[in-house]
Nanobody, 115 residues
């Protein structure tokens, strides 16, 4: 079955960095686009970044220049490098893919930005 398992979240000070990982299994990873979303308390889940099968990327305006999404097809893993973190980046971050019109989500990883 399809599984997406995130890791790498934690507590970081403002201005710090974290790298999130999402290990995928149960499908042909290299053939599908992958995305990262986030959801802060009381807010809607929002798209952060996406990467296509051809390594084309797109980013939400609020992370452009600070976050980088990448994928390693040999490891079936997608990453989110987050730099210059701000308190407003605090959220649960989710890995996402869509296979044959069905959505799959990971369990999420908490990112806390606080001094």
């Amino acid at each position: 079955q399809v599984q997406l398992v995130e890791s790498g979240g934690g507590l970081v000070q403002p201005g710090g960095s974290l790298r999130l990982s999402c290990a995928a299994s149960g499908f042909a990873f290299s053939r599908y686009a992958m995305s990262w979303y986030r959801q802060a308390p009381g807010k809607k889940r929002e798209l952060v970044a996406a990467v296509t099968t051809g390594d084309n990327t797109n980013y939400a305006d609020f992370v452009k220049g600070r976050f980088t999404i990448s994928r390693d097809n040999a490891k079936n893993t997608v990453y989110l490098q987050m730099n210059s973190l701000k308190p407003e980046d605090e959220a649960v971050y989710y890995c996402y893919t869509n296979l044959f019109t069905r959505s799959y989500w990971g369990q999420g990883t908490q990112v806390t930005v606080s001094s």
